[in-house]
T-cell receptor, first 113, second 111 residues
């Protein structure tokens, strides 16, 4: 595997379900990000991790819970989501959190029913 | 509120012509400027960045920055149908980790 991978690519879940999104980067980068992308809206930064420590948390609802067990892996745990949380969730990585040269994974298309 | 504005388009350009994409930003403290391309159903990929006033050329792509007027543009020469995509402008303040993103301009190159 090369670059940034994400699983699953598509996810449909009910509002009472619990699921997790997984991201893995094979670039040797030290920073990882979760973004939310909704149609016709700018990318919304959710979380930033640098060397497994969270360095940015943009007032994201607690129903989204990130986890970064090491510098190559990032998870987003989801529970009791709302229909408005349906979106494309993108993972990205960069050499360090000050670098804007970010490399994105293919995304997880999430639908909350 | 820090903002990055882009015309959503679609911008339709004939093949072989120059496509011009524009972006304005609100924060004068912005230091770095980036253009990402996103094909339909795909994730964004970085194509150009610029830090200083003036022009920066890379192949068929030219990024232009005017800090006094707070705009950054992307020119694509000899446009090809494969350039059809949404182009995202992103701006960074050196003071924090975040990129501030525009909503993107959809570009269509007509054969």
């Amino acid at each position: 595997e090369t670059g940034v991978t994400q699983t699953p690519r598509h996810l449909v879940m009910g509002m009472t379900n619990k699921k997790s999104l997984k991201c893995e980067q094979h670039l040797g980068h030290n920073a990882m990000y979760w973004y939310k992308q909704s149609a016709k809206k700018p990318l919304e930064l959710m979380f930033v991790y640098s060397l497994e420590e969270r360095v940015e948390n943009n007032s994201v609802p607690s129903r989204f819970s990130p986890e970064c067990p090491n510098s190559s892996h990032l998870f987003l745990h989801l529970h009791t989501l709302q229909p408005e949380d349906s979106a494309l969730y993108l993972c990205a990585s960069s050499q360090d959190p000050t670098s804007a040269e970010q490399y994105f994974g293919p995304g997880t298309r999430l639908t909350v029913t | 509120q820090k903002e990055v504005e882009q015309n959503s388009g679609p911008l339709s350009v004939p093949e072989g012509a120059i496509a011009s994409l524009n972006c304005t930003y609100s924060d004068r403290g912005s230091q770095s400027f980036f253009w990402y391309r996103q094909y339909s159903g795909k994730s964004p990929e970085l194509i150009m960045f610029i830090y200083s006033n003036g022009d920066k050329e890379d192949g068929r792509f030219t990024a232009q920055l005017n800090k006094a007027s707070q705009y950054v543009s992307l020119l694509i020469r000899d446009s090809q149908p494969s350039d059809s995509a949404t182009y995202l402008c992103a701006v960074k303040l050196d003071s924090n980790y975040q990129l501030i993103w525009g909503a993107g301009t959809k570009l269509i190159i007509k054969p």
